[in-house]
């Protein structure tokens, strides 16, 4: 009668995963992106392209996709900080810098070209030029955007950091760049690392002294705006700081 070895049926089984060249041409991240574009890449498949080489025992698709799940997505990764991702299994100095780097430019592309061209229609136009960058911030930051007679975003403007309250908010710092540049309106943005945009009654006092402020000055202060990662509100919307 056969006998097991029980040390070999113990022994746990390594999944093979093939490399890149190993795989058809149609399936290598590269040669998609080459005839099918970008857009039909996945996340895993871009990050991919960016590392070049996966780590030991894996190629680099499934480091991409073992990176995402680790990090919870894109937005973790660009959380993280360069020594924790140094630090992760399969990447070190050179992998970390190039996924960095990579998603630096993005935070930079994001924000600069809409500057350029855009005009404000709703307070979703502003959480989209602003949630991606200001959702990640560690501390609280407050900001304005500074519009023209229609509407077209002329300067963002970062006015203070850390705990938004009335005794550090300066009437003449949120407004001294809306009057150098001649600006008829302002959205004022600022974000709650914690994650839950409702507005504090610290946040509602603060709204109705700059609204006050820029009536004065002939300014309309048309929004205030409370961020996270993937929420906001509007106090206008919700009557919170601004007179009916």
Do not use: W
């Not at 970008?38 to 990176?67: D, Q």
């Not at 680790?70 to 970390?96: F, P, W």
């Not at 850390?162 to 004022?188: D, H, K, P, W």
Request: with cysteine.
């Amino acid at each position: 009668m056969p006998t097991t070895d029980d040390s070999t049926a113990s022994r746990p089984v390594t999944e093979y995963s093939p490399t890149i060249k190993e795989l058809p041409e149609n399936l290598r991240p590269r040669e998609r992106m080459a005839y099918a574009g970008a857009n039909a890449l996945s996340t895993a498949e871009l990050l991919a392209i960016i590392l070049r080489t996966g780590g030991k025992g894996e190629n680099v698709i499934r480091m991409a996709e073992r990176l995402l799940i680790q990090y919870r997505g894109i937005t973790g990764l660009a959380l993280a900080s360069h020594e924790e991702l140094c630090q992760t299994h399969g990447l070190g100095m050179a992998k970390t810098t190039q996924i960095k780097a990579a998603l630096e430019l993005g935070r930079r592309l994001l924000l600069a070209a809409p500057e350029e061209q855009a005009q404000i229609h709703s307070p979703a136009d502003v959480a989209n030029l602003l949630m991606l960058e200001m959702g990640l911030l560690e501390r609280e930051q407050l900001r304005t955007v500074l519009l023209d007679t229609k509407n077209r975003v002329q300067r963002i403007i970062t006015v203070y950091s850390g705990s938004l309250n009335t005794a550090v908010v300066r009437v003449g710092e949120i407004f001294r760049e809306a009057i150098r540049a001649n600006s008829a309106s302002m959205i004022i943005v600022h974000n709650h690392p914690s994650g839950d945009p409702t507005p504090s009654p610290e946040d509602v006092r603060v709204t109705e002294k700059i609204v006050e402020a820029g009536q004065l000055l002939n300014i309309d202060v048309l929004d205030h705006l409370i961020v996270t990662r993937s929420r906001f509100v509007s106090l206008k919307e919700r009557g919170l700081g601004f007179r009916k």
